[in-house]
Structures are given as structure tokens and as C-alpha cells.
């Protein structure tokens, strides 16, 4: 037997939404603030997290990118990862992968955003479900003129923005 009934008359759908009580929401706030040798405190506009399949990234910048004054605080870490204190040190084997400082730099006459990678460092690492709280973290790096940075500071990001009862 062959239907020949037209298709867009063989499928007839309505959507009701759901009734629903009255719900409360809590803003999760995302933050970060920092202190950096010989620069002015970082106070994060925006903070991105993102994931690969095995691990996390915490992306914090501050100002608008292409400005001089643009700077990022960059943190990719092992997932899954537990509330913990974790160190770092740079080429060796852990759960914390990279650390690193993004400022503009003057290099041989080009205006660059340089990247300074950390050396070794100290993450104070709290986890509850999507929000992972760096309650303290510090390293140390080196700028695009080879002077020792130390940066230090605090995060708060989560996957979640808002959570409804």
C-alpha cells in the first residue's frame, strides 16, 4: 500500500509549554583579579572556560583586545580534576599543563601581544560541579625583556550562569 498522503499534512505538532511555579534564579558571578609585578591590578571583563576531551581551559582578560592595554591570564588544567593544591613546573609531567601572562610588548619595532609563559607555580583549586573557584594562584614568568614576573591572584568561573529551583 502506498501512502500517498502529502508530508507536510502528515505531520501535525503544537507546543505547549509547561506550566510552571514561580522560580527563583542565582547569578553565579565569574571573576578574577590579580596582581602582576610592576603592572596595574588585573581585574578580569571576561572570563572564558572551555574543554577538550582531557582538559580545561580559564581564559580571564581584562580591557578590550586590540588595545594597549588588553592583558590575559591564561590556566589549562588536567579534567576532571579534584579540590586540591596542585604545583607546577614548566616541562614537566602534571595536572596543571601551561600557565601564562598575556601583555602588548614593543619586539623589534613590532606591537605584539607577547606571551609569557609560566615558569613554575601553585593553584589553590576548589570544585563543585561546573564552578571551579582558584581561590589563590601564583607564578612566576618572564616578560618579552626577559624581567621576572610573579602573578597572583584569585578565579571564580563556572559553566552555569544561572541556576533555577
Known amino acids: 500500500m502506498v501512502d500517498n498522503t502529502p508530508k507536510s499534512a502528515a505531520v501535525n505538532s503544537t507546543h505547549k509549554p509547561q506550566k510552571q511555579g514561580p522560580q527563583t534564579s542565582r547569578l553565579r558571578v565569574s571573576e578574577a583579579t590579580a596582581t602582576v609585578t610592576g603592572r596595574p591590578d ?40 579534584e579540590s ?10 602534571g595536572d596543571i599543563h601551561a600557565l ?4 602588548f610588548a614593543t619586539i623589534g619595532g613590532n606591537e605584539v601581544y607577547y606571551n609569557c609563559e609560566g615558569l613554575s607555580g601553585t593553584l589553590d583549586l576548589q570544585v563543585e560541579g561546573s564552578t571551579y573557584t582558584l581561590t589563590a594562584f601564583s607564578f612566576s614568568a ?15 568561573v563556572s559553566s552555569t550562569l544561572c541556576e533555577c529551583d
Do not use: H, M
Request: a negative charge; aromatic letters at 12%.
Open 142 to 156: 618572564k616578560d618579552s625583556e626577559g624581567i621576572d614576573l610573579t602573578v597572583t591572584g584569585n578565579l571564580a
Open 100 to 103: 601564562s601572562y598575556v601583555e
Open 42 to 81: 588585573f581585574n578580569a571583563d571576561d572570563i572564558l572556560l572551555g574543554s577538550g576531551l582531557n582538559t580545561v581551559s580559564i581564559a580571564a582578560s581584562a580591557a578590550t583586545f586590540g588595545s594597549y592595554e588588553y592583558r590575559v591570564i591564561n590556566f589549562t588544567l588536567t579534567l576532571g580534576l
Open 84 to 93: 586540591g593544591q596542585y604545583t607546577f613546573t614548566s616541562g614537566q609531567a
